[in-house]
């Protein structure tokens, strides 16, 4: 066996593969090593990615919740708003509707004045003028003249009065 060619070309091949082996399978684990640091380092930067992803999407949730908020409080003053112009408005639409009654109530009222006092003026105008007739028809000068005396002493009393 010693003598052998065989034998000693196979211990030479397991020599080699040993001193090949070594080497090969240093570099062959220094290679998985880096992979793996790679793959780790990639599944951590995933991860740190999830998580922020995670925290800005808390962070839009929240600003979502206050501008829903806002939108909510925006649209409650406006309700006010339009409710206290609504309000005022209804209030001045009925305080010149009372107004332009009042006015109307008077303008009527002075139409009916004025209409009495004219019938009143036309009916006195008429009694005057009824009376100056009669007068005229039934008098004699003499007669006209005593009542004009009568008359004049009258007004005088009054007058004083």
């Known amino acids: 066996m010693l003598k052998d060619?065989?034998?000693w070309v196979f211990i030479a091949f397991v020599i080699f593969c040993l001193a090949v082996f070594n080497p090969i399978r240093?570099?062959?684990?220094?290679?998985l090593d880096a992979k793996i640091k790679e793959i780790k380092d990639s599944l951590d930067q995933a991860e740190k990615v999830k998580n922020e992803a995670r925290h800005t999407l808390s962070k839009i949730k929240l600003r979502q919740n206050e501008i829903e908020r806002e939108?909510?409080?925006?649209?409650?003053?406006?309700?006010?708003?339009i409710a206290l112009a609504e309000k005022n408005q209804k209030n001045k639409l009925n305080d010149q509707l009372?107004?332009?009654?009042?006015?109307?109530?008077?303008?009527?009222?002075?139409?009916?004045?004025d209409a009495n006092q004219e019938y009143q003026k036309k009916i006195i105008d008429t009694s005057i003028n009824a009376?100056?007739?009669?007068?005229?028809?039934?008098?004699?000068?003499?007669?006209k003249i005593n009542l004009i005396d009568h008359s004049i002493?009258?007004?005088?009393t009054v007058l004083k009065n």
Do not use: C, G, V, W
Not at 26 to 31: A, E, Q, T, V, W
Not at 131 to 143: G, P, Q, R, V
């Open 5 to 7: 060619p065989q034998f």
């Open 26 to 31: 240093k570099i062959l684990l220094k290679s």
């Open 71 to 81: 939108i909510d409080s925006i649209n409650n003053e406006a309700k006010n708003k």
């Open 98 to 113: 009372k107004k332009h009654m009042n006015l109307a109530s008077i303008k009527i009222e002075q139409m009916a004045r």
């Open 131 to 143: 009376a100056i007739i009669t007068l005229e028809s039934k008098l004699n000068d003499d007669e």
């Open 153 to 156: 002493n009258e007004f005088s």
